[in-house]
């Protein structure tokens, strides 16, 4: 009951404000790629405009209010807290606040059906942006069409003079472009996209072993502009960095000016980031939530990244949640990806990952080289004893497994836990 009052006040609020500031709101969502969109959008627009951009992932009935009243962090259960959060939001009604943004760059996450018309009735969009539409949070909405008409509501609801951004080589997508009234700009990689990248080499330090990032070509209407994105491992970051593209077309931003500010991007905590490892090792660190479309691409770029010989590729994979029905068919799907992309050793952390164990066993992964725990701490310490020199780890899990342990117990520097991996809060530090 009290959280429903806090949801009702905090959207009542919210709604008043963007009545009364009248700024740009570019909503983001998707499957897949949604906080990291987010930010290469906030890196473009900042160069030109006054930006505001969710928190963290402050994408839901609080985080989104949050964002529009410019708190940064959530009061919790902190009723003085949230008495400051109220007295902001009035002062912001009352007196008529200069420095308001004119911009506000929201992420819009969808864990049940209706969240997305929640978010976009409390904030409404100038500009949508829709990453991906794949299998996750599948548990609530049962199947990928129902994931698929949740998602399509952020650009369903766009006016005529507003603008869909989407994502061309994701074919369920391209699917719900019709849905609206809006103007269509589309990126990717694939042939066919208005905006679209070309070229894509991964580059690596003296030693041929470390990436250092990526570059990549983009064509937008005959023009073509080199990019250059620090710490990137893979093409996964690449629909990132051509959606801010695209929005910052939108505003009159030339692609030259947007790579440059791309520049300046680098992948966020938990989000496929480059870490050394103790024995001087790698990590790749995507251990802020995990689906099927993601853990496979984070597989993929495991095994793309060359290793010094006789050192190991080891997948360290945590559960991944919510997918209701298709967990079984998910996980088992994982465990074939690990065979087929010759992963040396498969580490499971979680129930449902056994699955991920079994199907590799079946798939003709060697039982020795596969490990099984019940929690990220027991893997952690297993994994420490078992890493040599010049090792890379893929570490990757949903946010219930708690897989970041596992980096912080195997990383170099532990001491910068708190400014290099996910969940450091003392909020979760304390959870199991």
Wanted: glycine share 8%; aromatic share 6%; net charge neutral.
């Amino acid at each position: 009951m009290l959280i429903s009052i806090l949801h009702y006040f905090l959207k009542k609020f919210s709604s008043a404000i963007i009545r009364k500031y009248h700024p740009d709101v570019i909503g983001i969502t998707g499957s897949v790629g949604k906080t990291s969109a987010k930010e290469a959008i906030r890196m473009v627009l900042e160069s030109r405009f006054d930006v505001r951009a969710s928190a963290k992932n402050y994408n839901n009935q609080v985080g989104v209010p949050l964002t529009i009243i410019g708190v940064a962090k959530t009061p919790g259960h902190s009723i003085l807290g949230w008495f400051m959060v109220f007295a902001q939001a009035l002062r912001l009604l009352i007196v008529r606040d200069a420095n308001y943004p004119k911009t506000l760059v929201l992420e819009m996450g969808a864990d049940r059906p209706g969240d997305i018309q929640y978010l976009t009735e409390m904030a409404p969009c100038t500009v949508g942006v829709l990453t991906a539409i794949s299998h996750a949070h599948t548990e609530f909405f049962k199947t990928i069409k129902k994931i698929a008409q949740e998602k399509r509501i952020i650009i369903s609801h766009l006016r005529r003079d507003g603008f869909a951004v989407l994502n061309f080589d994701n074919e369920l997508v391209m699917e719900e472009a019709g849905a609206t009234k809006a103007e269509v700009l589309t990126y990717g990689l694939k042939e066919g996209a208005a905006i679209r990248a070309t070229d894509v080499n991964v580059l690596c330090d003296a030693s041929g072993f470390r990436p250092t990032g990526l570059n990549f070509k983009v064509h937008y209407k005959g023009n073509i502009v080199p990019v250059f994105l620090p710490g990137a491992l893979s093409e996964s970051l690449i629909p990132s960095a051509l959606a801010a593209i695209a929005v910052g077309s939108i505003f009159g931003i030339n692609l030259v000016e947007a790579a440059e500010s791309l520049r300046q991007f680098v992948s966020l905590p938990g989000h496929l980031r480059l870490l050394s490892g103790i024995k001087n090792t790698l990590l790749i660190d995507d251990t802020y939530n995990s689906s099927p479309v993601a853990a496979k691409a984070a597989l993929d770029t495991l095994a793309s990244i060359p290793v010094p010989a006789g050192s190991e590729r080891y997948a360290v994979l945590g559960d991944m949640l919510e997918l209701g029905p298709e967990t079984e068919t998910a996980h088992r799907e994982i465990g074939f990806k690990v065979a087929e992309l010759g992963i040396d050793f498969l580490i499971t952390v979680g129930e449902a990952s056994k699955i991920t164990a079994a199907a590799a066993r079946e798939a003709g992964f060697e039982e020795h080289r596969i490990a099984r725990f019940d929690n990220s701490a027991a893997a952690g310490k297993f994994l420490q004893e078992q890493l040599n020199t010049g090792d890379i780890i893929l570490v990757k899990g949903s946010q219930g497994s708690r897989m970041e342990k596992i980096v912080k117990e195997v990383m170099a520097e532990p001491l910068e836990a708190a400014t290099l991996l996910v969940r450091q809060e003392e909020s979760w530090m304390n959870k199991p």
